[in-house]
């Protein structure tokens, strides 16, 4: 263990302090009560996120405050990435990647619906980063691209050059990015595992948990919107699911499809591993967009639980690092949820029952 606590003696003390000080749930209950938008962010004023009602005094444009969250979160990564070991930066890089194709992703959608759909893509063009992540990436060409050959040219010397050759076609016959989307995903999984593969053991074990998790939380959202809004026969959904799930195998996605009430498929392993989650299943849930939320919650609610376990556990290991970002992500979502529902005028019980 002595490597373990050279690797992580320091970034544990620093991580422990910055964990410290993300928001607690007396803060984003008052931020669920504050009666408007603008009210919300002056809240936000005596905390990390000031410069939001800045940005919205002078914009009048609240999705120009998200995409100063969506820099800000980036930036948590690479600050912290100066600070590690080098067996553990891969997997940071692996974790930044996901930004990058969810930044590609977008850029893509605004040339899809301004070419192929032939609709008006000028106003996702200004919540879209250009800055560098990981890859350069020219992302004002692909958003003026001509065709998926010029985007795929573009963004040679990337590994996301080869998944828009091979599924461009198929987006313009299909009329459809969903492949597309569904290969950059996989992509972002595979790479991830295998910057995982690479950690020391003890490491290795802590990151494939977590990791699983979050693969879990994302095939279960697939498998209620594959069936439910894209009507897809088991075989497709299968296949699109993303492998090394923690909780969930093949078996129980089968049954998780045919389910009429999935929250009942997921009841036996919540109350066998997490039974202090098992209250949740109990929540009525009369429609598919309920039912979606309520399993999105259980999901999240056993990331929370995981978290904490490795908080409580042995604290020189990656899972400090790991467990830093799931909780500023969660922090992050928080924050974007409350301000669009205050914008939208949603009610104080339905957000204080999200978050």
């Known amino acids: ?157 990337t590994p996301y050059s080869r998944i828009i050759r091979k599924y461009g076609h198929t987006v313009e016959s299909e009329g459809s990015l969903f492949r597309m989307e569904i290969a950059f995903d996989h992509f972002y999984y595979h790479n991830l595992l295998a910057a995982i593969e690479k950690l020391d053991r003890p490491d290795r074990a802590m990151a494939l948990r977590l990791a699983g998790v979050e693969i879990d939380l994302q095939n279960i959202n697939w498998v209620i919107r594959f069936k439910n809004f894209y009507d897809l026969p088991l075989e497709a959904v299968l296949a699109a699911i993303v492998p090394g799930g923690f909780n969930l195998n093949s078996a129980i996605i089968d049954e998780l499809y045919s389910a009429q009430n999935v929250t009942s498929v997921l009841g036996g392993f919540v109350k066998s591993k997490y039974p202090g989650l098992s209250a949740l299943l109990s929540s009525q849930t009369p429609d598919i967009t309920s039912r979606l939320g309520l399993v999105s919650r259980i999901l999240e609610e056993i990331m929370k639980h995981e978290v904490r376990r490795i908080l409580a556990g042995y604290p020189f290991t990656i899972g400090i690092i790991l467990s830093y970002f799931a909780l500023k992500r969660d922090e992050l979502k928080k924050i974007r949820m409350i301000l669009n529902a205050k914008q939208y005028g949603v009610q104080q019980e339905r957000i204080e029952s999200v978050i």
């Open 1 to 157: 263990m002595a490597g373990q606590l050279s690797k992580y003696a320091f970034i544990n003390a620093k991580l422990r302090a910055r964990i410290s000080k993300i928001l607690s749930d007396d803060v984003f209950n008052q931020l669920a009560a504050a009666p408007s938008l603008d009210a919300a962010l002056t809240l936000l004023r005596e905390t990390p996120f000031a410069a939001l009602e800045e940005i919205y005094s002078g914009t009048g444009d609240l999705k120009q405050a998200e995409l100063e969250l969506l820099k800000n979160e980036i930036e948590i990564y690479r600050n912290i990435r100066r600070y590690l070991h080098r067996n553990s930066i891969g997997l940071v890089d692996a974790l930044l990647s996901r930004f990058e194709i969810d930044n590609l992703k977008n850029a893509i959608r605004i040339y899809f619906d301004r070419k192929i759909r032939k609709r008006p893509g000028d106003g996702g063009i200004h919540y879209i980063l250009y800055d560098h992540i990981i890859h350069d990436i020219p992302i004002d060409i692909i958003l003026n691209a001509e065709n998926f050959d010029e985007i795929a040219g573009v963004c040679e010397g």
